[in-house]
C-alpha cells in the first residue's frame, strides 16, 4: 500500500507519530529500495527495545509502504484502541490456542492485498546481554512458504537508546541517534514448494536469523557470538548464508 492511498486513521497516524519520531530521532536509514513500492513483502526485523515498532514503522513508512505489524489479539478488544488498530490495518494474533490458524489466514488475506507485513521472529525483545538476536520462532518462514512472498531483513540498532529494555528506562530527550538497514531478499528458493515440515521450518528460521546478526554486525562493529546462547541450542560457528549459497 503506497502512501497515496492511505484511510482517514492511517493518515492520523502519521500526523501523530511521524513528527514526534522525527525529533526524537536522528536517523541513519539504509536500503530503502529494498521495500519497493508495490506487492507483498515480509519483513523481518531484529528486536532489541519496545521503540522498535515506531522505528521500524517510520523507515518503511519513509520507504512508501504502509507497515503492518502484528499484535496480542487482547489489544484489539480495548475499547477505542484496538478499534483504531483495525483502521490502521494492525492485524490481532491468537497466541497458544486454536485460533492461531486465524491469525495466519489474516495475514496471508494482508499479503495477498499487496501488504507489507512486518514480523519479530524473536517474539519478543532479546534477552542477550548485548541484545544480539535470539533463537527466531518459525511464523516468518511458514508464512513465506504459504504465500511465496519475498523476506526481507531490517536490522536495527539505537532504539534501545529510546528505551531500554534491560533497565526498562525511557530517554525523553531528542536527537537519540537509530540507524535502520534493509537488505535485499534473504534467497529461500531451495525450500520453494516444500512442505512446512518442523526441519524446514527451522532451516528456513536459522538463514533469517544469521542474516539478521550478520546485518546487525555491520552496523555494531565486532564480531557477533554464536546464536541461540540463551534459552536454545548453542550453534557453532558457520559460514555466513551468502557464503554457502
Known amino acids: 500500500m503506497g502512501q497515496r492511498r492511505l484511510g482517514f486513521w492511517q493518515w492520523l497516524a502519521v500526523v501523530l507519530v511521524k513528527p514526534v519520531m522525527t525529533v526524537w530521532t536522528r536517523r541513519t536509514w539504509r536500503g530503502l529500495e529494498h521495500l519497493g513500492h508495490d506487492g507483498p513483502l515480509i519483513i523481518v526485523a531484529n528486536h532489541i527495545s519496545h521503540a522498535d515498532p515506531l522505528v521500524s514503522a517510520h523507515f518503511i513508512y519513509d520507504a512508501g509502504r504502509w507497515p503492518q505489524f502484528l499484535g496480542k489479539a487482547s489489544v484489539f478488544k480495548v475499547p477505542v484502541v484496538g478499534w483504531i488498530l483495525h483502521r490502521c490495518k494492525q492485524i490481532p494474533v491468537e497466541r497458544g490456542s486454536v485460533d492461531a490458524v486465524k491469525s495466519l489466514d489474516a495475514l496471508v488475506k494482508a499479503l495477498d492485498e499487496g501488504g507489507a507485513v512486518v514480523i519479530y521472529p524473536e517474539g519478543t525483545t532479546s534477552r542477550e546481554p548485548d541484545l544480539w538476536p535470539m533463537k527466531g520462532k518459525t511464523g516468518a518462514a511458514r508464512l513465506a512458504l504459504a504465500t511465496g512472498a519475498p523476506v526481507v531483513p531490517l536490522a536495527m540498532w539505537g532504539p534501545e537508546r ?7 528506562r525511557l530517554n525523553p530527550r531528542p536527537r537519540i541517534p537509530v ?35 550478520d546485518m546487525l554486525a555491520e552496523i555494531r562493529g565486532g564480531t557477533p557470538p554464536p546464536l541461540w546462547q540463551r534459552g536454545g541450542r548453542t550453534n557453532a560457528e558457520r559460514p555466513r548464508p551468502e557464503a554457502t549459497a
Open 162 to 168: 529510546i528505551f531500554d529494555p534491560r533497565r526498562a
Open 179 to 213: 540507524t535502520v538497514v534493509a537488505g535485499p531478499p534473504i534467497d529461500l528458493s531451495r525450500w520453494a514448494g516444500a512442505a512446512p515440515s518442523r526441519q524446514v521450518l527451522e532451516e528456513m528460521t536459522e538463514v533469517i536469523m544469521l542474516r539478521l546478526r
